[in-house]
């Protein structure tokens, strides 16, 4: 292990008696880098995050995070992660989230009250609410802040904007932003493509208990297909734009071409400036379709697993 990598998984497998948790998960979290780790249900992000906090202890494989040994160097490691669990149980429930989280505070070696009352703003949470009275979307607020408040190396977030709403989530995702300008390394999980993109600089994908691909979030994109629509001053040929590479689906229709166009647009965006363009509308690449198309095509292809890494 060195200092620039803060998650090293090798092998790292969990069975669940004979059930696969995770199998032969091999995978580097750069220290600094935002990594989303995507999957759909079932598919081993709770048992990998469990494995990295010794939650759980791996079948076979290994793991070191922030140079520590999981299981032997526990309490050290925790003081250094901030780690919001996918199903919250917090104890003493019947008390305010104040209380709660200054226990939190204390158990991490002391956070300023400052900071929670900061979060607590920015997320809009009111901490003398008890919190078995709070609904599930303010709960996660609790959990996101006891995440985040003692501004740990690593943070690892299972699900992290469950159950919370849109302008949240994006509160949320200014939080991860800023952990990450602050050299904080981010590790989590989500089955909300959207706001991986918006954040992330590399995902990993997995799938039915295996690695399926690590890709850096700008690569995503570019392979993903987009549909394009141009307007024209005059009525185009289609034959003129027929040949070029990744057009399919052209439709001309007098001055009105629409297409779809796999990979880099420039080709379609030269031939289309041979004539004059009112108007150009793309949408933006479905990183849904990139996500599920390794559900489909990247079994059995170890080489797509390494792919960006
Ligand atoms: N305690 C357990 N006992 C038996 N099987 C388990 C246990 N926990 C998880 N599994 C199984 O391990 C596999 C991976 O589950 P895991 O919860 O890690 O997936 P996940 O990707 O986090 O899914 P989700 O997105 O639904 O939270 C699943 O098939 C699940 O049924």
Known sequence: MTDDIAVRAEGLTKFYGAHRGIDSLDLEVRAGEVMGFLGPNGAGKTTTIRLLLDYLRPTAGRVRVLGLDPRRDRAALHRRIGYLPGELHFPGRRGRAQTLLDFFGTARGG???????????????????????MSKGNRQKVGLIQAFMHQPDLLVLDEPTSGLDPLMQQEFLALVREARTAGQTVFMSSHVLAEVQEVADRVAIVRAGRLAAVERVESLGRRAVRTVEIHFADPVRAALFAGLPGISELHVDGPVLTCTVDGKLDPLIKAAAQHEVVDLLSAEPDLEETFLSYYYHAEGDPDAARAGA
Do not use: G, K, N, Q
Request: charged residues 30%; without cysteine.
């Open 111 to 133: 956070v300023a009250s400052s900071r929670v009352t900061e979060l607590a703003e920015r997320l809009e949470l009111d901490l003398s609410r008890p919190v078995h009275a």
